[in-house]
């Protein structure tokens, strides 16, 4: 059964794609920001009865007109199986795409960070044919953030930190750190922040700790943790209902956030905007409106 807490630590990259160029930074590798990214499909499985499937695909498209494959991988132990289902992967998605794929495998603990990212060989000992040499996010290389204007500078990436030191003994102040930066910020973006963290938490003791620190510090917020906390007895017509408020809290946050950049909305792009429904797009369209010139960079699809 997959856990939470795997969900969230390759789930944020979806929500976020321009977290990982810096990630990339994090761990020595230069890759740059992202003009535009795209969820792909996950399902690798050929003809064949054998299932294979990335647990979050990307393609990234540069401003330089470069594109990559992101994979992204959570791993929460060592699986010697591994190695050999990732090698898989970059090949299959070489062959089908014909771009360069990267993978990056997200880690909570030391042990099996440091596992995955050794260099894994295929072929004979003397001459191996094929190295997999993976990027490897996890407690022992990503930031410490217990700084709220650190905090606030990148709240992606404050947010995957966080995740990965889920068994951090300092957790408690690195999740007060989370709270604190959250406080002043608009609850279309604040919201998917909460639950992310709340899934990457999983059963750890930490998990009560964010809940508490979401009712008393960021208790106005209308995430479904918040929700949770509050009533317990959610009906699915309730979910639903929350799933409608999200879209319209972001597409409210889009519309911000051009304001704040003094880009001219038409109101027919207003109305574009806020009759959408589709997370997915919405969620593309909130990475492009901060850099954004005009309303069409924000709607462009390459």
């Given at each position: 059964m997959v856990s939470s807490s795997h969900e969230a630590m390759h789930r944020i990259f979806q929500e976020y794609p321009g977290l990982f160029s810096r990630v990339s930074e994090v761990l020595g590798v230069e890759i740059g920001p992202p003009a535009s990214a795209t969820v792909m499909p996950t399902d690798l499985t050929e003809n064949r009865p054998l299932e294979?499937?990335?647990d979050t695909l990307l393609r990234i498209d540069m401003e330089d007109d470069r594109s990559y494959l992101l994979a992204i991988e959570a791993q929460g132990k060592k699986d010697p199986d591994k190695?050999?289902?990732?090698?898989?992967?970059?090949?299959?998605l070489q062959a089908k795409y014909k771009l360069p794929p990267m993978l990056l495998v997200v880690c909570q603990d030391r042990a099996t960070a440091e596992w995955a990212a050794r260099p894994f060989p295929v072929g004979h000992p003397q001459s191996p044919v094929l190295t997999l040499q993976a990027l490897v996010?996890?407690?022992?290389?990503?930031?410490?953030?217990t700084d709220v204007a650190e905090a606030?500078?990148?709240?992606?990436l404050a947010t995957l930190a966080a995740i990965t030191h889920a068994g951090d003994p300092d957790i408690g102040a690195i999740l007060k750190t989370l709270s604190t930066a959250l406080r002043d910020v608009p609850?279309?973006?604040a919201d998917p922040i909460v639950e992310l963290t709340a899934q990457g938490l999983g059963n750890r003791p930490a998990a009560q700790q964010w809940r508490n620190l979401v009712a008393v510090d960021l208790s106005f917020y209308k995430s479904s943790l918040s929700e949770e906390i509050r009533?317990?007895?959610?009906t699915e017509g309730r979910t639903e209902g929350r799933a409608e408020g999200r879209a319209e809290g972001i597409a409210r946050g889009i519309l911000l956030l051009l304001a704040q950049a003094g880009v001219d909305v038409p109101e027919e792009a207003r109305e574009r905007v806020m009759g959408c429904a589709d997370l997915d797009i919405l969620s593309r369209w909130l990475l492009r409106a901060p850099t954004a010139t005009s309303v069409e960079d924000v709607f462009a699809e390459k």
């Amino acid at each position: 059964m997959v856990s939470s807490s795997h969900e969230a630590m390759h789930r944020i990259f979806q929500e976020y794609p321009g977290l990982f160029s810096r990630v990339s930074e994090v761990l020595g590798v230069e890759i740059g920001p992202p003009a535009s990214a795209t969820v792909m499909p996950t399902d690798l499985t050929e003809n064949r009865p054998l299932e294979r499937r990335v647990d979050t695909l990307l393609r990234i498209d540069m401003e330089d007109d470069r594109s990559y494959l992101l994979a992204i991988e959570a791993q929460g132990k060592k699986d010697p199986d591994k190695p050999a289902s990732w090698m898989y992967y970059l090949s299959y998605l070489q062959a089908k795409y014909k771009l360069p794929p990267m993978l990056l495998v997200v880690c909570q603990d030391r042990a099996t960070a440091e596992w995955a990212a050794r260099p894994f060989p295929v072929g004979h000992p003397q001459s191996p044919v094929l190295t997999l040499q993976a990027l490897v996010a996890g407690p022992h290389n990503m930031p410490v953030i217990t700084d709220v204007a650190e905090a606030r500078k990148d709240l992606a990436l404050a947010t995957l930190a966080a995740i990965t030191h889920a068994g951090d003994p300092d957790i408690g102040a690195i999740l007060k750190t989370l709270s604190t930066a959250l406080r002043d910020v608009p609850e279309t973006i604040a919201d998917p922040i909460v639950e992310l963290t709340a899934q990457g938490l999983g059963n750890r003791p930490a998990a009560q700790q964010w809940r508490n620190l979401v009712a008393v510090d960021l208790s106005f917020y209308k995430s479904s943790l918040s929700e949770e906390i509050r009533d317990e007895g959610r009906t699915e017509g309730r979910t639903e209902g929350r799933a409608e408020g999200r879209a319209e809290g972001i597409a409210r946050g889009i519309l911000l956030l051009l304001a704040q950049a003094g880009v001219d909305v038409p109101e027919e792009a207003r109305e574009r905007v806020m009759g959408c429904a589709d997370l997915d797009i919405l969620s593309r369209w909130l990475l492009r409106a901060p850099t954004a010139t005009s309303v069409e960079d924000v709607f462009a699809e390459k």
